[in-house]
């Protein structure tokens, strides 16, 4: 892919642009689900980072209709956007954990909230991806476009597991192949700076993702909030977090390595101040986005310079050579 001295990587804004052919903006809205890692499914207590809101603090009350919440959103965006599709977005907890035919219920009244909807997004977690979710799935991708969002983080076991992320790699391969054998576009989400991950182990989770069938990407730094177990336990026990100098080094790196194909639809978090412990560098969000655009420009470096780069020149060790190239 060929990129602008101005647009050095794939961002989600020109993707939408180019599809849909103006503005599209993700409207969150709550449904009310929980999670199999917090009900005793598979453990309880949920992962660590995650906040009592289910990494929703910006979707709608779950009270509300659905209507009602989606309607609110709408306006406060329509300030900045005048003239914009949406996207209708299910963000809190794992929106697929449901019986089917609720499932159903629940989307089917989600896209009818609105005429200018073009696709709808639902996150969720990659043991939670069923055959008969699929199938459902496709049929509806034949009406609306349908986007799924996998929370993954890291590739790292040992990280996984110390942050009680409750699945492991082999299940988000696994839904990702299922997902892709009907073409349902696929979006991760990484986490930089999580508890005792290097540089390079950061950099090995991209190296991975460039093997999977994937669509979008959302690189998140890691939030440590009030409301988590991981926060109470830094209030504890404080430990390193990244500064802003090594979250713009890694991200930059990682930008360089990623599949130029691949659309990145997040280069970074919003924190809520009410909870946000640290690192308090990422309250200036746009500052931390333009620093990262300063850095690909300064290196003269684009997304994909690096991967591209060693599959050319083919100088990679025992690990890229395993998960760099197929």
């Known amino acids: 892919m060929k990129f602008t001295i101005n647009e050095r990587y794939n961002n989600l804004s020109s993707y939408y642009k180019n599809k849909y052919g103006k503005k599209v903006f993700k409207v969150p809205i709550n449904a009310g689900f929980t999670c199999p890692n917090l009900d005793g499914k598979v453990a309880k207590g949920g992962c660590k980072f995650c906040s009592a809101f289910g990494s929703g603090e910006f979707g709608g009350n779950k009270k509300d209709s659905f209507q ?6 709408k306006e406060r965006m329509h300030q900045k956007w005048p003239d914009a599709f ?4 299910f963000q809190s907890y794992t929106n697929t954990y ?3 035919p609720k499932l ?3 989307y089917e009244e989600a896209i009818s909230l609105d005429s200018n909807i073009v696709q709808i997004s639902i996150s969720t977690r990659p043991d939670e991806i069923s055959q ?3 199938d459902y799935l496709y049929e509806l991708d034949q009406r609306i476009d349908v986007q799924i969002e996998l929370g993954l983080q890291t590739i790292h076991e040992k990280t996984a597991n110390d942050m009680n992320r409750a699945h492991d790699l082999q299940s988000f391969i696994d839904a990702v192949a299922l997902l892709r054998s009907r073409n349902i576009e696929t979006v991760v989400h990484i ?3 999580l508890p005792g991950e290097t540089y390079d182990m950061m950099i090995e989770t991209i190296k991975f993702l460039n093997t999977q069938d994937i669509q979008g990407i959302k690189i998140h730094m890691l939030n440590i ?3 988590s177990k991981l926060g109470r336990e830094y209030l504890k026990n404080p430990f ?3 500064t802003r100098d090594e979250y713009l080094k890694v991200v930059v790196d990682q930008i360089a390595w990623l599949r130029d194909d691949i659309v990145i639809h997040r280069l970074t978090g919003d924190g809520d101040p009410k909870y946000l412990i640290e690192p308090k560098w990422i309250m200036k969000k746009f500052t931390v986005l333009n620093d990262i655009n300063k850095r690909l420009k300064q290196l003269d470096l684009y997304q994909g310079v690096y991967y591209n780069n060693a599959k050319k020149h083919r100088w990679f060790n025992t690990f890229t050579s395993t998960w760099l190239f197929k």
């Open 225 to 227: 909030l009030l409301n």
């Open 132 to 134: 008969e979710i699929v």
């Open 86 to 89: 949406y996207t209708v977005y």
């Open 191 to 193: 986490m930089d700076g």
């Open 240 to 242: 390193p977090v990244l």
């Open 68 to 73: 009602k919440q989606f309607d609110e959103v």
């Open 104 to 106: 159903k219920e629940l």
């Open 98 to 100: 449901a019986p089917l």
